[in-house]
Nanobody, 126 residues
Framework: VQLQASGGGLVQAGGSLRLSCAASVLTTSTNAMGWFRQAPGKERVFVAAITWRDGRTHYSDSVKGRFTISRDGAKNTVYLQMTNLKAEDTAVYSC????????????????????WGQGTLVTVSS
């Protein structure tokens, strides 16, 4: 499975941006897809995820209410719509895929996902 992330860029605080993650193929290896981010000097952290079968979503507390994850089966693509962006949202955003198909706990880390795409940089200026 190959994942291709795109859509990063420079945006002012309060602005919006949409990231895309296209999967080369949808299989049991991509039952769930998600986004992580890594700010300079910090660890990579979970942002949001979605399951393909039923479209259930899960968000970190830091983005809940501002970010929306969605999927388009016809395009094998997952989107992350980011609104009301803050300077602290500045990070490299990476998409990932997992074999599990149901959310099974409240928080997730990198080891919960099996495949990774390259990152895309989001810079929010204040």
């Amino acid at each position: 499975v190959q994942l291709q992330a795109s859509g990063g860029g420079l945006v002012q605080a309060g602005g919006s941006l949409r990231l895309s993650c296209a999967a080369s193929v949808l299989t049991t290896s991509t039952n769930a897809m998600g986004w992580f981010r890594q700010a300079p000097g910090k660890e990579r952290v979970f942002v949001a995820a979605i399951t393909w079968r039923d479209g259930r979503t899960h968000y970190s507390d830091s983005v809940k209410g501002r970010f929306t994850i969605s999927r388009d089966g016809a395009k094998n693509t997952v989107y992350l719509q980011m609104t009301n962006l803050k300077a602290e949202d500045t990070a490299v955003y990476s998409c990932a895929a997992a074999r599990w198909s149901k959310f099974y706990r409240d928080s997730y880390n990198s080891s919960d996902f099996d495949f990774w795409g390259q990152g895309t940089l989001v810079t929010v200026s204040s």
